[in-house]
């Protein structure tokens, strides 16, 4: 293996103290900063997920506030949850734990939310200063990216850019941010329906995986020195794996982020980052 190792817990771990120093401010200020979720169902990795997001958001010094509806709860049972986080004041911070069970329509539950309060940073209203280059929460997974690559000095002017997946989660909001005034890469956003994948692949400077598909991407695929940074977490009989053979790719790649300990902590520690801005927002 050839590849530097982009760890994300150093980046993250540097991020949370950053966050918890804040916090303190804020309380010397008589300021609390309160985190609340809402997980709607029973499914068993979106719990994890959110007691993760608890532990961290104690640890930093908020408040928690956990909202756990069984899967049976009605879209307006959602919003009415949401509009009581919306009224109180000592959360700072709202996360829908999303997908929400079929048939609850979760982008209308995100669009509940105080766009001030939007810890996910998936709000229309912040995506839309986001897409216009202007101060907004930014979405957590993309942000995260954003921290390592600015980490680790990766350079970006210039360089081609590959987003494998065009979601509101990561894709879409990550091209943005990589094709932003002052990081300047030239990406070209992949999905399902694009052509000559390969070719593509082979050309990129920047691979960024987030499709969902363990293994999608191997070594042989990469151009040599390459930048490859993994998002999937794929549940197999062997663990946890990213959408990047990881072996494979790093023999070939300049730098790749693992799975576990890559993206997915930065994710939880972009969250805080989140809602301790908004709570300085909102505290003046």
């Known amino acids: 293996m050839s590849a530097e190792i982009l760890s994300g817990k150093d980046v993250a771990a540097a991020l949370r103290a950053e966050v918890a120093d804040r916090v303190a401010v804020l309380a010397g200020r008589g300021k609390s900063v309160g985190l609340a979720t ?26 928690s506030f956990d909202h756990h509806l069984p899967a049976g709860t009605s879209q307006e049972q959602v919003e009415r949850v949401v509009a009581s986080m919306n009224r109180n004041k000592d959360v700072s911070g709202i996360i829908i734990q999303l997908p929400l069970p079929a048939g609850l329509d979760g982008n209308r539950a995100v669009g509940a939310i105080d766009p001030a309060k939007d810890a996910d940073g998936l709000h229309p209203h912040n995506l839309g200063l986001l897409a216009l280059e202007r101060s907004a929460l930014r979405p957590a997974t993309p942000d995260g990216i954003m921290r390592i690559l600015e980490h680790y000095g990766v350079e970006t002017d210039g360089k081609v850019a590959l987003v494998l997946g065009r979601s509101v989660l990561v894709g879409k909001p990550l091209g943005l941010m990589l094709g932003a005034k002052g990081v300047d890469a030239t990406v070209i956003q992949a999905h399902s329906r694009t052509r000559d994948l390969d070719d593509l ?37 062997e663990g946890l794996v990213g959408d990047v053979d990881f072996e494979s790719a790093a023999d070939v790649a300049g730098a790749i982020t693992p799975v576990p300990g890559g993206v997915g902590v930065m994710t939880v520690a972009s969250l805080l980052a989140n809602t301790v801005t908004a709570a300085e927002l909102t505290a003046g």
């Open 201 to 237: 692949i082979g050309r990129a400077d920047i691979v960024v995986a987030a499709i969902g598909k363990p293994g999608f991407v191997m070594g042989d695929q990469l151009k040599p020195g390459a930048v490859v940074i993994d998002v999937g977490i794929n549940r197999t009989p």
């Open 38 to 63: 809402i997980l709607v169902g029973d499914d068993a990795a979106s719990q994890i997920y959110v007691r993760s997001k608890h532990r961290a958001a104690e640890k930093a010094g908020m408040l």
